[in-house]
């Protein structure tokens, strides 16, 4: 218990993942395997349950410290931690109790103190409570509490304990996400098991992702004096969904985001419609939440902001299932028949992908897919000279997606970002001027400096947010704009001051949605800033109504 | 029927002796328990202190001000109302003023604390009929670690941040909780500098006969200064501000009752809270009513209601008083002077 604590109080100090993880390795090296596997489920699984009601746990402390039960609540109304606030106010514990008590790992703990109260009256439980608390220094008391009322939350997520897991073992990362499946270590021997050597069954590994360069160019003579002829090039559209790897091998699938995060739970469908692929197959591709439309009609491309509902999930409810469907749109093939076929080029891969995966995204886009497939590749892009690719681009924006992107037909799949190969070929970004209302204090490098903006436009006569921008500024531009900050705050809330509206800044993004977060009610995809309009006022920035139009 | 002392626009107002208590106004005759800004405001014609508090009253009021003094424990009469100033705990020189006319004792507590300090003259209880105390920590969940504790935390701090090459930068109220940190530490440990604000008060400490570590001034515009070793004390408005870039890496830490709740260590956004209050806690303000023996008692500042609720619950005639009295600043950045730095 006293380890677990210590865990819990390193993971709240700190909002770093590099020490998070430290802390979690550290614990788990340390860790009977019994204890360790309780951790993993306290740490990364679901629910837990509440062994006893909140409302007797306040009545017991109240009690316990001679204090009335609305002194209590008082209390906690203003600490706002109810497994804190009952820590605080009880008596100091007996010291000669905790150091006794130093001894009980986790598990032993979560049974005795715990389980134990489940099937016992309200007496029996309140005997344990009152002696537990004797026993539990304060920090403790505190874990305790949250293990007991099922509220422990400490911000790791299930990645960061399996990079620390997968440190410890001396396996991939992936490989240890692979293995925390579902409930992989429920007990010691389990946990055991996590930590045994990789074995080559147990690679499910996706491919180091390859990046494509942006490509600044607008006009089409210079991209055509850059590229070279078109005919060496394969275009294809950019989407405006999640990078990912669908990894097909041995008796599973695993869905892999470019971060790497194993993303199986968040898409089940895809999971599913992959396990039809043969073994030993690896897809690049990117997933989209679409739009059914009727039966044998045309779907349609819902957007980021309808995919990051979905995004994320550990248990995605049928209601969101059904609303936000999700299909994969492969656009490389990396493994075939279990053979790494990354240094192939590109059309030859792009062939095997065609006959491996028949049918076409674009295909379901006209309505003409008869059957609706959740897998389907990517439709190729064509044109015969740079000015027909140029004409499709300018349609990106109607059809939803970001722009074009252009690999070069003899490619090979690199590992990283390759200049020259793979192109990305944006369509520029809309904009619009907009007026500094808030700002905060940024991290790291720009600490102390008020970096972080909020930005707003003109909706008759006031001005309501629509973006928060960090990036895009020159440094001396930051401080300058720090001291105008500084100078004009109207006022401060904890960290953010509400500014006099006098600073103009161009904002550039992608796109428009409706949003519950700004008060304009629409939020701008990708917002930076692009220059400080020192030549305009305040009056003369963009209104609501511009930004509708972008809709 | 009147009160011997009662709330007016410009303060607690005693009417038989003409004279009030850490006026909010410009009066003719203040009172004054300690030196801090929502106690002691400039522009008073003339003002009363304990006095070991005469330099550090003086520093805050001006060298223009009238001060007059009293040694603790001594009384003097003003307009036949009988006055005497007794020590308060909470900063050097800060006192519980005692007031008694036609048969009937009052204590204004002003602010207090019962722990020990080496700063200040330890509290000391006053029998009265009415007491008229603060409640800055008055909720169950205040109760503060000892001073030894304390001390033990701040120093291994320091020396973890001493061995990896960076600053230790603790904000602390100017007046008082600066000079407390600073007999609180081990002075073995790296050297000692203070911004600007802490050293005038520094200064006034060490003119009263109080013993501090050598506490050098930040030079304006120096570099690394302390070299990455030394303990940095700072009031609480230096966060956020380019002046904490002086020290090049350096760890922040807050010094404040406050920081017993979790939750208020992270909305500061510092690494570090140490639990440090030149307050009474919650058993601390239960002790100092009890031994003042009163009957009747008048809570301000903090959480005055549910103190008085609790009292009430006990069997004590108390009821909450409202005044302009702020105590120890909670989540806000602003030191006890309200100076940005």
């Not at chain 1, 045309?298 to 902001?305: C, E, K, N, R, Y």
Request: charged letters at 25%; one cysteine or more; glycine letters at 8%.
């Amino acid at each position: 218990m006293k380890a677990f604590t210590e865990l819990y109080w390193r993971l709240d100090a700190t909002t770093k993942t590099s020490e998070k993880v430290a802390a979690l390795r550290d614990y788990f090296a340390q860790a009977a395997h019994a204890d360790a596997a309780c951790a993993l489920a306290v740490l990364c699984g679901g629910r837990q349950l509440r062994a006893v009601s909140t409302t007797d746990l306040r009545q017991w402390a109240a009690e316990t410290a001679g204090l009335p039960v609305w002194l209590v609540e008082e209390s906690y109304a203003h600490v706002g931690d109810l497994a804190e606030t009952l820590a605080l106010l009880l008596p100091d514990p007996d010291p000669e109790a905790v150091e006794e008590s130093a001894a009980p790992g986790l598990a032993a703990m979560m049974q005795d103190t715990i389980h134990a109260l489940r099937g016992l009256d309200s007496c029996g439980k309140q005997e344990i409570v009152r002696a537990t608390w004797q026993r539990l220094a304060p920090r403790e008391r505190i874990v305790w509490h949250k293990l007991l009322t099922g509220g422990l939350r400490v911000g790791v997520s299930r990645t960061l304990v399996a990079r620390a897991l997968a440190d410890l073992a001396g396996v991939e990362p992936a490989v240890m996400a692979h293995r925390l499946m579902g409930d992989a270590a429920s007990d010691a021997d389990g946990f055991a098991q996590l930590l045994t050597p990789a074995t080559a069954a147990d690679d499910r590994r996706p491919y180091p992702f390859f990046l494509a360069s942006a490509l600044d160019q607008t006009d089409v003579g210079a991209v055509a004096d850059d590229l070279g002829p078109v005919h060496e090039w394969q275009a294809e559209w950019k989407w405006d969904g999640m990078r990912a790897q669908l990894v097909r091998r041995g008796a599973d699938v695993t869905a892999w985001s470019r971060g790497e995060e194993l993303v199986n739970e968040a898409f089940p469908e895809i999971v599913s419609a992959a396990a039809l692929l043969p073994a030993g197959t690896v897809l690049d591709g990117e997933i989209l939440a679409v739009g059914r439309g009727d039966a044998g009609g045309p779907i349609s491309l819902l957007g980021f902001t309808a995919l990051s509902r979905r995004s994320g999930r550990r248990r995605v409810p049928k209601k969101l299932l059904a609303e936000y469907p999700c299909w994969f749109v492969a656009y490389d093939l990396l493994e075939h028949d279990g053979e790494d076929i990354r240094s192939l080029p590109l059309v030859e891969r792009r062939q095997r992908l065609d006959s491996l995966v028949p049918a076409c995204f674009g295909a379901a886009l006209a309505g003409s897919l008869p059957d609706r497939a959740v897998l389907s590749r990517s439709p190729l892009v064509t044109g015969d000279s740079w000015e027909a690719l140029a004409r499709c681009r300018a349609e990106s924006r109607t059809r939803g997606v970001e722009g074009l992107m252009l690999k070069r037909r003899t490619s090979g799949y690199a590992a990283g970002r390759t200049r020259g190969e793979w192109w990305k070929w944006k369509i520029e970004p809309l904009e619009i001027d907009a007026v500094l209302l808030y700002a905060q204090a940024g991290h790291g490098r720009r600490a102390g400096l008020h970096s972080d903006y909020t930005l707003g436009v003109w909706d008759g006569d006031r001005l309501v947010t629509i973006a928060k921008a960090y990036s895009g500024l020159a440094d001396a531009e930051i401080v300058e704009l720090d001291r105008i900050v500084r100078a004009t705050t109207l006022e401060r809330h904890g960290p953010v001051r509400i500014c006099a509206p006098t600073v103009v800044l161009q904002l550039a993004f992608e796109g428009v949605a409706a949003s519950t977060r700004h008060k304009s009610g629409l939020a701008v995809r990708f917002p930076r800033i692009v220059r400080w309009r020192r030549d305009k006022q305040p009056a003369e920035a963009g209104t609501l109504a511009d930004l509708r139009r972008m809709l | 029927m009147q009160e011997l002392l009662e709330v007016t626009e410009a303060g607690l107002y005693c009417a038989a002796g003409d004279f009030y208590i850490d006026p909010w106004r410009r009066v003719p005759r203040a009172v004054i328990t300690h030196a801090h800004a929502d106690h002691a405001r400039t522009g008073c014609s003339r003002y009363l202190c304990a006095a070991p508090g005469k330099h550090v009253l003086r520093t805050r009021m001006g060298s223009n001000a009238t001060i007059d003094t009293l040694r603790y424990a001594d009384s003097t009469t003003i307009n036949g109302v009988r006055v005497s100033l007794h020590p308060a705990g909470h900063v050097l020189g800060s006192a519980q003023v005692r007031v008694e006319h036609a048969g009937q004792t009052w204590v204004v507590t002003g602010d207090y604390k019962l722990q020990a300090d080496p700063t200040c003259q330890a509290f000391e209880p006053v029998a009265c009929d009415v007491f008229i105390t603060e409640s800055t920590f008055g909720l169950p969940v205040y109760r503060w670690p000892e001073p030894e504790t304390v001390a033990a935390e701040l120093n291994a701090w320091w020396r973890a941040n001493r061995d990896a090459g960076r600053a230790s930068v603790i904000l602390a109220y100017a007046l008082g909780k600066a000079q407390r940190i600073a007999a609180l530490v081990d002075p073995e440990i790296g050297p000692i500098v203070a911004h600007g604000a802490v050293m005038k008060l520094v200064e006034a400490y060490r003119a009263s006969g109080i013993r501090l570590p050598s506490i050098d001034r930040v030079p304006p515009a120096a570099r690394r200064v302390g070299g990455g070793r030394a303990l940095v004390i700072a009031p609480p408005s230096v966060l956020g501000s380019p002046w904490l870039r002086l020290f090049g890496e350096s760890a922040i830490a807050v010094a404040s009752g406050w920081m017993t709740v979790r939750g208020v260590r992270r909305r500061r956004n510092v690494e570090k809270g140490f639990v440090v209050s030149d307050h009474a806690d919650f058993p601390g303000l239960l002790a100092a009513i009890e031994a003042s023996r009163a009957s009747r008692v008048l809570v301000t500042h903090g959480f005055a209601d549910i103190l008085a609720r609790l009292l009430r619950e006990r069997g004590l005639d108390a009821r909450p008083l409202a005044t302009r009295f702020t105590g120890e600043a909670l989540g806000d950045t602003a030191d006890d002077d309200g100076d940005e730095v």
